[in-house]
């Protein structure tokens, strides 16, 4: 069943803008390779965490609106589990 979601990613802040853009479009590719659809990027740009991270101040925060199944939120999970780019990541249904 195809939902709308919205993804929230926070970066390393010290990724160069290549290295970053790569990462955020791996995970638009990962949404469109599975017949999903993108609504909206949403990139906010560097800003303070709350709270430290990992030895972390500052994170590069992203925001997707995207419509797909549900095996391209567990894909995207993945992808950010396992890489070091990623800060954090949430992945929410939008009701």
């Not at 999903?36 to 925060?61: M, P, S």
């Not at 095996?71 to 993945?78: F, H, P, S, T």
């Amino acid at each position: 069943m195809r939902r709308k979601y919205e993804g929230a990613f926070i970066l390393l802040s010290n990724l160069e803008e290549e290295v970053r853009k790569a990462e955020i479009q791996k995970v638009s590719n990962i949404i469109t390779e599975r017949q999903g659809t993108i609504e909206k990027v949403n990139e906010w740009g560097q800003r303070r965490l709350a709270y430290e991270i990992a030895k972390k101040r500052d994170g590069f925060y992203v925001f997707i609106n995207f419509t797909s199944e549900a095996d391209a939120v567990n894909e995207i999970d993945r992808i950010c589990k396992i890489s070091d780019n990623f800060v954090r990541h949430m992945i929410t249904v939008e009701e």
